[in-house]
């Protein structure tokens, strides 16, 4: 090693003798791209409370995600995608491991004299008139930052969600974790999450890095930046006005709501997404002209949608229908093919995609699978069941989705909901009495897995005064 120091130092010193400089350069950059061919930058971006069906490049009407669309059209697109869970800790625990959340454990909820956790849990919260405590990321469960942090990785997160909070242990592996929890009425904007995300890369752009970037915009309260504010919801006559606020109300009345106030609302979280994807746009453009796209991956997706009042119910964590699960996704980079996709897949397949992408093997025993071959080669993704579950409040709901099907369970109460997302992607028509064997395998598979997957709780996390205020100011607690 010393003499090749040596000899490289010494052909450094006679090209700039003879004036070299420009190939000197040359050879440091094609050394430096060389090192991002084995260990390629990634940037993993994730919107909260993003649903798919809400931006134009999946058939929404409404202009909501110009720079998006223009995007994704040299990018890998799939059009089914599903989230494992309906809300951020659950959602983003699975994203990081590649497991269910009955298995990673983040945000397992269990309540305080839980006798399954073998003890009394300080530092809980009152959610929705029930005391509960969260789980934390199982600490013997490896992490995706962790992984790329141990083979050399830069790793560093910009985050905006209190259920993010590194009490959670959501927070491994990130050598940087920029952490600003946001609340409903004070929110750290778009346009500074890129700010400070681009300024990260700039700084270590030389190295191998993972980058996470996490927009909660899109979360309440729904309350646009010019230019954006007031681009959907001017002309629709409304007892709302901007900003739509107050969660637990707009949740108590959903189901009586008059049909302009509905439209008001989904107006207004309509106009968060298209500051959302300027300011998406922007990373991108900014990403691009630091090489990122050429040489390394972009991966884009949400942790979860929103419903609005598609089944007489607002905002999430409480169901298992798509408007909650059905995400976006989109992956670019280097040896990416382009085009859609129309396998059924599934957040789990974030981490063992990206580790693949990066040359690294994909652990065994995990639920999620390697999208990198069907990205690369144009290899079939094979057709597996996707699972989802851990509500945030209300009784537990899973789902198993066979790709048309999909089935609801209540595990409380033994409810069987069917459905055939191909005919009704809404989800109205119930099929569990017309087809009853579909319902049966379906309800048979979802029982094992579940029962494989659930460990003991991991260590419940105490949340802090500060991180309960937070909270709260999102809408979920009392």
Same mark, same amino acid.
């Given at each position: 090693?010393? @003499?090749?120091?040596?000899?490289?130092?010494?052909?450094?010193?006679?090209?700039?003798?003879? %004036?070299?400089?420009?190939? =000197?350069? *040359?050879?440091?950059?094609?050394?430096?791209?060389?090192?991002?061919? $084995?260990?390629?930058?990634?940037?993993?971006?994730?919107?909260?409370? =993003?649903?798919?069906?809400?931006?134009?490049?999946?058939?929404?009407?409404?202009?909501?995600?110009?720079?998006?669309?223009?995007?994704?059209?040299?990018?890998? +697109?799939?059009?089914?995608?599903?989230?494992?869970?309906?809300?951020?800790?659950?959602?983003?625990?699975?994203?990081?491991?590649?497991?269910? #959340?009955?298995?990673?454990?983040?945000?397992? =909820? +269990?309540?305080?004299?839980?006798?399954?956790?073998?003890?009394?849990?300080?530092?809980?919260?009152?959610?929705? /008139?029930?005391?509960?405590?969260?789980?934390?990321?199982?600490?013997?469960?490896?992490?995706?930052?962790?992984?790329? $942090?141990?083979?050399?990785?830069?790793?560093?997160?910009?985050?905006?969600?209190?259920?993010?909070?590194?009490?959670?242990?959501?927070?491994?592996?990130?050598?940087?974790?920029?952490?600003?929890?946001?609340?409903?009425?004070?929110?750290?904007?778009?346009?500074?999450?890129?700010?400070?995300?681009?300024?990260?890369?700039?700084?270590?752009?030389?190295?191998?890095?993972?980058?996470?970037?996490?927009?909660?915009?899109?979360?309440?309260?729904?309350? !646009?930046? #010019?230019?954006?504010?007031?681009?959907?919801?001017? %002309?629709?006559?409304?007892?709302?006005?901007?900003?739509?606020?107050? !969660?637990?109300?707009?949740?108590? &009345? !959903?189901?009586?709501?008059?049909?302009?106030?509905?439209?008001?609302?989904?107006?207004?979280?309509?106009?968060?997404? $298209?500051?959302?994807?300027?300011?998406? *746009?922007?990373? &991108?453009? %900014?990403?691009?002209? &630091?090489?990122?796209?050429?040489?390394?991956?972009?991966?884009?997706?949400?942790?979860?949608?929103?419903?609005?009042?598609?089944?007489?119910?607002? @905002?999430?964590?409480?169901?298992?229908?798509?408007?909650?699960?059905?995400?976006?996704?989109?992956?670019?980079?280097? *040896?990416?093919?382009?085009?859609?996709?129309?396998? $059924? +897949?599934?957040?789990?397949?974030?981490?063992?995609?990206? =580790?693949?992408?990066? *040359?690294?093997?994909?652990?065994? /025993?995990?639920?999620?699978?390697?999208?990198?071959?069907?990205?690369?080669?144009?290899?079939?993704?094979?057709?597996?069941?996707?699972?989802?579950?851990?509500?945030?409040?209300?009784?537990?709901?899973?789902?198993?989705?066979h790709w048309p099907y999909k089935l609801i369970l209540g595990p409380d109460d033994g409810e069987q909901r069917l459905f055939n997302l191909l005919e009704d992607a809404g989800e109205h028509n119930d099929r569990a009495i017309a087809e009853p064997a579909e319902a049966r395998s379906l309800a048979q598979e979802a029982e094992r897995v579940f029962a494989a997957a659930n460990v003991a709780p991991p260590p419940t996390a105490a949340i802090d005064s500060a991180t309960r205020e937070k909270l709260r100011a999102l809408g979920y607690g009392d």
């Open positions: 090693m010393q @003499e090749r120091g040596r000899t490289f130092g010494g052909r450094a010193r006679r090209l700039l003798a003879a %004036g070299g400089l420009s190939l =000197l350069l *040359g050879m440091i950059g094609c050394q430096w791209i060389a090192g991002l061919r $084995a260990r390629p930058p990634i940037v993993l971006v994730v919107i909260d409370t =993003l649903r798919a069906d809400h931006l134009g490049l999946y058939g929404y009407k409404r202009p909501t995600s110009p720079r998006l669309d223009a995007w994704s059209k040299g990018a890998a +697109v799939f059009d089914r995608a599903f989230s494992a869970s309906p809300w951020t800790l659950t959602s983003f625990g699975s994203i990081y491991t590649g497991l269910l #959340p009955s298995r990673h454990g983040a945000g397992v =909820l +269990v309540s305080p004299t839980d006798a399954s956790a073998g003890r009394t849990v300080a530092g809980s919260m009152v959610l929705l /008139g029930s005391p509960k405590s969260f789980g934390g990321l199982d600490p013997s469960v490896p992490t995706l930052p962790e992984t790329l $942090a141990a083979k050399g990785y830069a790793t560093a997160a910009v985050i905006d969600n209190p259920f993010l909070h590194p009490l959670f242990g959501i927070a491994r592996g990130f050598q940087s974790y920029d952490y600003v929890p946001g609340g409903n009425e004070s929110i750290r904007r778009a346009d500074v999450v890129v700010d400070k995300a681009l300024s990260w890369v700039e700084a270590h752009r030389a190295q191998p890095f993972f980058l996470m970037v996490h927009f909660i915009d899109p979360h309440m309260n729904y309350d !646009a930046p #010019p230019p954006f504010r007031g681009r959907f919801t001017g %002309g629709i006559a409304s007892r709302v006005s901007l900003p739509v606020r107050d !969660a637990r109300l707009i949740r108590q &009345l !959903a189901p009586t709501l008059p049909a302009a106030d509905r439209a008001f609302i989904t107006a207004a979280y309509d106009e968060e997404i $298209a500051f959302v994807d300027d300011q998406v *746009g922007r990373l &991108l453009e %900014g990403l691009g002209k &630091l090489g990122v796209p050429q040489h390394g991956l972009i991966v884009i997706t949400a942790d979860h949608g929103e419903e609005l009042f598609d089944h007489d119910g607002f @905002e999430h964590g409480h169901s298992v229908y798509d408007e909650l699960l059905h995400v976006p996704l989109l992956i670019e980079g280097k *040896g990416v093919r382009p085009g859609r996709r129309q396998a $059924a +897949v599934s957040l789990v397949d974030v981490a063992p995609t990206v =580790l693949a992408a990066a *040359g690294l093997p994909v652990p065994e /025993g995990i639920a999620g699978v390697s999208l990198w071959p069907a990205l690369t080669t144009g290899a079939t993704v094979p057709q597996r069941d996707l699972f989802a579950e851990r509500l945030l409040y209300g009784k537990e709901q899973k789902a198993v989705i």
